[in-house]
Nanobody, 124 residues
Framework: QVRLVESGGGLVQNGGSLRLSCAAS????????VGWFRQAPGKEREGVSC????????YIMDSVKGRFTISRDNAKNTVYLQMNSLKPEDTAVYYC?????????????????WGQGTQVTVSS
């Protein structure tokens, strides 16, 4: 069964850290570009970060640059999003997604697989 499963979300205080994991089963994640998206209540889903499948080039959106880092562990078929210095405005459901390519910026078009999402809540 082909699946993407996110984990690592939770409740954290302002300034805290979380590491989200996106684990694939049923396919090889190394062959795909992987993106992290988030959706806050009443807002559209936005692309936070992505990592390519060709040379592991990464993209980080401006509002989280310097605080979030995306990485891969191909041996574990997993992509991570390390989130430091979290702020209340980072509160959202975070989703990972796999695509053949994001062309450098994570977009919701041409997604092959979506995860179910994990809630991140940052208290002030």
């Amino acid at each position: 069964q082909v699946r993407l499963v996110e984990s690592g979300g939770g409740l954290v205080q302002n300034g805290g850290s979380l590491r989200l994991s996106c684990a694939a089963s049923g396919f090889t994640l190394e062959h795909y570009a992987v993106g992290w998206f988030r959706q806050a209540p009443g807002k559209e889903r936005e692309g936070v970060s992505c990592i390519s499948n060709s040379d592991n080039t990464t993209y980080i959106m401006d509002s989280v640059k310097g605080r979030f880092t995306i990485s891969r562990d191909n041996a574990k078929n997993t992509v991570y999003l390390q989130m430091n210095s979290l702020k209340p405005e980072d509160t959202a459901v975070y989703y990972c997604a796999a695509a053949v390519s994001f062309a450098g910026i994570p977009t919701t078009t041409s997604i092959d697989y979506w995860g179910q999402g994990t809630q991140v809540t940052v208290s002030s």
